[in-house]
């Protein structure tokens, strides 16, 4: 393995330790129709992004409020 290739996968394990974080900070924002407003967030580490899932748009709307408060 190359010190590039290296240094790239150093950096994706460190962003899913945020990742994981964040999804414990996150678990807590309640939706009032569905309660848990988080249903999944996951690093999608081949593709460089995240897959987020929330209950509803109100939902959504929550934890983008709370992920900007991060």
Do not use: P, W, Y
């Not at 150093?10 to 129709?33: G, N, P, W």
């Not at 967030?41 to 709307?61: H, N, P, T, V, W």
Request: aromatic share 2%; glycine share 4%; hydrophobic share 40%.
């Amino acid at each position: 393995m190359n010190d590039e290739t290296q240094i790239k996968d150093a950096v994706i394990d460190q962003l899913e330790e945020v990742v994981k974080k964040a999804r414990e900070d996150l678990s807590s924002v309640t939706c009032d129709e569905h309660g848990k407003a988080l249903l999944k967030l996951d690093m999608i580490r081949s593709e460089g992004r995240f897959d987020i899932k929330c209950c509803c748009d109100k939902g959504e709307a929550l934890v983008e409020a709370a992920i900007a408060k991060l």
